[in-house]
């Protein structure tokens, strides 16, 4: 299991931009994906985003598509989501994932290894 740490939450107004970051470290697969997810409060846990070991493949929830950017750098095990345009409805405590495949899921049950959480608030 590896440990994963997002960082680079925090309150914007809406049509702004943030940059989440999520560090993983200690043992792992030697190939994952890894992925965001989100939740607001009152509501079950979401998929946002998902990228492939390559960096060849991703995945977005539609309500993202052309706002958000998932991308990696292996070298650094970091996964990063650019947030832009953001609008109230995106509000929720985000979470970085690591599935451990090749591929791509966007399935919650197939990500093993979650971050703690980091809060994005988006203001009217």
């Known amino acids: 299991q590896v440990q994963l740490v997002e960082s680079g939450g925090g309150l914007v107004q809406a049509g702004g931009s943030l940059r989440l970051s999520c560090a993983a470290s200690?043992?792992?697969?030697?190939?994952?994906?890894m992925g965001w997810f989100r939740q607001a409060p009152g509501k079950e846990r979401d998929f946002v985003a998902v990228?492939?070991?390559?960096?060849?493949?991703?995945s977005y929830v539609d309500s993202v598509k052309g706002r958000f950017t998932i991308s990696r750098d292996n070298a650094k095990n970091t996964v990063y989501l650019q947030m832009n345009s953001l609008k109230p409805e995106d509000t929720a405590v985000y979470y970085c994932?690591?599935?451990?495949?090749?591929?791509?899921?966007?399935?919650?049950?197939?990500?093993?290894?979650w971050g703690q959480g980091t809060q994005v608030t988006v203001s009217s």
């Open positions: 200690g043992r792992s697969a030697s190939s994952y994906a």
């Open positions: 990228i492939s070991w390559t960096g060849g493949t991703t």
């Open positions: 994932a690591v599935a451990p495949l090749r591929g791509i899921t966007t399935t919650a049950a197939d990500f093993g290894s």
